[in-house]
């Protein structure tokens, strides 16, 4: 059975031995591990991991020198190196000193309710003072907590997400000791067999179901939290505990569609059915009209890796729950790098694009300026330059300082948008492909060399001169065209009609100035009411509609700048998600993307 590390410093506590508690703080840029934790004792010897490698030999080194002073902690922290590049990542470690009775005592709960799969919060408060709290389901507590603590661990129980939070006032690590993902194997054969000794290795709790006895035994799941035997699973639900965590399995001819059916009918998150690709097709064919319970289904169950043996399909299978457990792609990391993808601009249009590359698991990264002159402000990610975060269509955007920042966030599914307009993080990302969705109507810097695949939206550019694609932008039969060699059809000047109105829609500075508005978008407006000011000369609005983009007040412009747009269709008209023009135009975008890798 494999030693915790709670379990390794509650030993240690319990022989009065003293020893060393090591765990990420945070990191930033690249490092092996952006989560972990490792007790080192007097000796040396290290339980639990932080990545390996010269990371946890510099924390090993530094625990025995902590353990030889009478400090009581270290906050250090160490630079990654990778190969030729000195400064590839900083991870910040805290060594705690575990020499005293109150911290022997505290990590001996700790252990108890983890040994007990109690769901709980380790806080390691770094300011106003060095302590270590607790807090467990039910509201049990380990030391003496700050009230900041209690509220945000209890923040941190219910969305299951570890934290670091730094403020003048305060600063504390919150980590999850005991993952609350759990997992149900239903039926108790050779393929359930193996995938439960694999769930244990990586830390999942099992529990199983059978019909037969000689099935569901201890000496078969001898780390199983519970092994109910029931003629059905609809009788043996009543003694499971299954909740949005639980992955479940089916793995036997003894519980069929129905018992597919009841366990999506519940809050779990997978639910993997052992079957061939003719069962597939007929347990999707009876959630036909539930796309929610489809998304949860999968059959055949695991990861294409060539799983033949029972091992190697718990491997498959436990690949995939982790997969979907942590929301990631399941592709290879060697192609992570293939996957990224920076794009110049994020306003309305761009926007579309982007959300739609994110969606298809495309890591995204966002250069924008400081000052953003986008006015769908609310469709576009380029207002994170303001808001500092912003969230479009449930996919959220945040501005940050660098290209570590920029990663980091990329691991935490969040769209980083970054201010740089000249494109200098070019050569440190060294992105598969270079978006140019600014929308300037002229290049701005572009060039076909900047990435193996160079995407430009709209006028201004020659497919083959400044990028490998154009991809038209104007509405009509046009819109989306892929353009390999010549340009979009040049910019008129006119919108577009929507509702039988072009120019009418749109408004225009009518002098240089700071331009600022009381209104806001979404809001209904007439014709003649005046919207917005640019050194105090009033802008009315020429139709009545709803006002779908304004400009960010306190913007210096020049004379007939954009600066609003109105939307004819009145109070029908959607302000709060990407347009269809946008999505078609990332349509196009995808598909030349697709295609350039699935060739290369």
Excluded at 175 to 203: C, R, Y
Excluded at 210 to 239: D, G, N, W
Aim: aromatic fraction near 4%; glycine fraction near 8%.
């Amino acid at each position: 059975m494999n030693t915790t590390v709670l379990q390794q410093a509650a030993y240690l506590s319990e022989h009065n031995q003293v020893f060393v508690f090591v765990i990420i703080l945070k990191t930033e840029g690249s490092a092996s591990r952006s989560q972990g934790t490792m007790v080192v004792d007097r000796e040396g010897a290290i339980t639990g991991t932080i990545g390996g490698g010269e990371t946890e030999a510099y924390a090993q080194r530094q625990a025995l020198i902590l353990l030889s002073t009478q400090e009581r902690s270290r906050h250090l922290m160490f630079t990654v190196q990778q190969g030729e590049i000195q400064d590839a990542g900083t991870v910040h470690l805290l060594l705690l000193a575990c020499t005293s009775e109150s911290l022997q005592k505290a990590f001996i709960q700790f252990r108890s309710w983890e040994e007990h799969q109690l769901h709980h919060v380790m806080g390691i408060q770094l300011h106003p003072s060095l302590s270590l709290m607790g807090l467990c389901e039910g509201g049990a507590t380990i030391g003496e907590v700050h009230p900041n603590f209690l509220e945000q661990a209890k923040k941190a129980l219910e969305d299951e997400s570890p934290r670091y939070i730094e403020t003048p006032s305060w600063t504390c690590h919150l980590s999850i000791p005991v993952k609350a993902h759990n997992l149900l194997l239903i039926g108790g054969g050779h393929v359930n067999q193996a995938v439960a000794h694999l769930a244990h290795t990586v830390g999942l709790p099992t529990q199983v179901v059978e019909t037969r006895c000689a099935f569901a035994t201890e000496e078969l799941f001898p780390f199983a939290k519970s092994r109910i035997v029931a003629p059905t699973l609809k009788e043996a639900l009543s003694e499971m505990h299954i909740n949005r965590h639980t992955a479940c399995v089916i793995a036997s001819h003894a519980f069929d569609e129905e018992s597919a059916r009841l366990l999506l009918e519940r809050d779990i998150t997978y639910l993997g059915v052992l079957g061939s690709r003719h069962k597939a097709k007929k347990l999707a064919a009876s959630f036909a009209g539930h796309p929610e319970a489809l998304h949860k289904l999968h059959c055949p169950i695991g990861l294409d890796i060539g799983s033949e043996t029972p091992q190697e399909i718990a491997v498959s299978v436990i690949a995939e729950i982790m997969k979907v457990f942590h929301q990631k792609t399941g592709s290879s990391l060697r192609n992570l790098g293939r996957k990224v993808v920076l794009v110049r601009g994020g306003g309305d249009l761009a926007t579309g694009v982007i959300l739609r590359l994110h969606r298809s698991g495309y890591r995204v990264i966002v250069l924008e300026t400081e000052q953003p002159s986008v006015i769908r402000t609310t469709v576009s990610l380029a207002q994170a330059m303001y808001a500092g975060t912003v969230v479009v269509e449930g996919i959220q955007g945040r501005r940050c300082a660098n290209i570590k920042e920029a990663f980091n966030l990329l691991e935490v599914n969040t769209i980083p948008i970054l201010a740089d307009p000249t494109m200098e993080c070019l050569q440190e990302i060294q992105p598969v492909c270079l978006v140019d969705a600014i929308m300037a109507k002229r290049n701005l810097g572009t060039s076909i060399g900047d990435a193996p695949l160079v995407i430009a939206l709209g006028p201004g550019f020659e497919a083959g001169v400044d990028a490998d694609v154009v991809i038209e932008t104007k509405r009509g039969h046009s819109l989306g065209r892929i353009i390999r060699a010549g340009s979009a059809i040049p910019n008129t000047g006119i919108p577009g009609l929507v509702d039988g109105f072009g120019k009418e829609r749109v408004l225009h500075s009518p002098k240089a100035g700071i331009f600022n508005s009381n209104l806001t978008i979404g809001e209904l407006v007439h014709a003649g009411q005046v919207i917005a000011t640019v050194d105090a000369e009033p802008i009315t609005a020429p139709i009545d509609g709803k006002l779908r983009g304004l400009l960010n007040s306190g913007l210096y412009v020049s004379e007939h700048f954009k600066v609003a747009d109105i939307d004819p269709r009145g109070a029908e008209a959607d302000h709060t998600t990407v347009s269809e023009k946008a999505y078609a135009i990332a349509g196009a975008v995808l598909e030349v993307l697709d295609g350039f890798l699935n060739r290369a």
